[in-house]
């Protein structure tokens, strides 16, 4: 079963406005990371953020961390029209070298 | 420098028959992951190599499947007698070590369909 669950599962938004995906997953993690990807095909590594961390940025995009309640955000300011894409949260944890992904969120960013 | 990738881009296949898909990744990245995603859905795990260890074979969803890794570096999947069910993209990953501390970095995909 996948640890991470995507919340929502799709976004339309216009270009310009800011973009928040949610990310909740059920057991303890050491680490959370997000990845986009566009047409279904490979994805790329966007941030990750560690179990002690609760914030964490990196350009446009602004990820939080809540392990009380085990969830994650991901919000992407001033978006483009080029930030349309799928976007995954994975979890990993401990010496788990699987990273389990949810199903991720589909943006689309109008012009 | 040169990413990770996979060939062919994309593969048709006859039900029944075998298909071998390969992937190169990131040179000195020991790890190797093979994940399939079906249409509209997440990545699901199938196979992870590690240096010289013993690869963790507990997603590949039957014996159809199966992985190798040859001097820790190329790997290829095989999939027997295809079926419609297999049908998906199947992604490969490397990361420099073991571990979900460690991003992965990924191949565009090979997009298998089986007729």
């Known amino acids: 079963s996948q640890q991470g669950e995507e919340d929502p599962q799709a976004l339309s938004i216009q270009e310009g406005e800011n973009a928040t995906m949610n990310c909740s997953y059920k057991?303890?993690?050491?680490?959370l990371q997000w990845y986009r990807q566009n047409s279904g095909r490979g994805l790329v590594h966007l941030i990750l953020?560690?179990?002690?961390?609760r914030e964490k940025h990196s350009g446009r995009l602004r990820v939080t961390l809540d392990t009380s309640k085990k969830s994650s955000s991901l919000l992407i300011t001033a978006s483009r029209a080029a930030d349309t894409a799928s976007y995954f949260c994975?979890?990993?944890?401990?010496?788990?070298?699987?990273?389990?992904f949810g199903k991720g969120t589909l943006l689309t960013v109008n012009p | 420098g040169a990413g990770v990738s996979q060939s062919p881009s994309n593969k048709v296949t006859e039900k029944g028959k075998d298909v071998e898909l390969r992937c190169d990744p990131i040179?000195?990245?020991?790890?190797l992951y093979w994940y399939r995603q079906s249409l509209g859905q997440g990545l699901e795990f199938l196979i992870y190599?590690?240096?010289?260890?013993?690869?963790?074979k507990s997603g590949l969803p039957s014996d159809r499947f199966s992985a190798e890794r040859t001097g820790g570096s190329v790997s290829t999947l095989t999939i027997q007698r295809t079926q419609q069910e297999d049908s998906a993209v199947y992604l490969c990953?490397?990361?420099?070590?073991?571990?979900?501390?460690?991003?992965?970095?990924f191949g565009p995909g090979t997009r298998l369909t089986v007729t």
């Open positions: 990953a490397s990361s420099l070590g073991r571990g979900g501390a460690y991003e992965q970095y």
């Open positions: 057991t303890s993690i050491n680490n």
């Open positions: 953020i560690r179990s002690n961390e």
């Open positions: 994975a979890t990993g944890g401990g010496s788990n070298y699987k990273l389990t």
């Open positions: 040179s000195g990245h020991t790890a």
């Open positions: 190599f590690q240096g010289n260890s013993a690869p963790d």
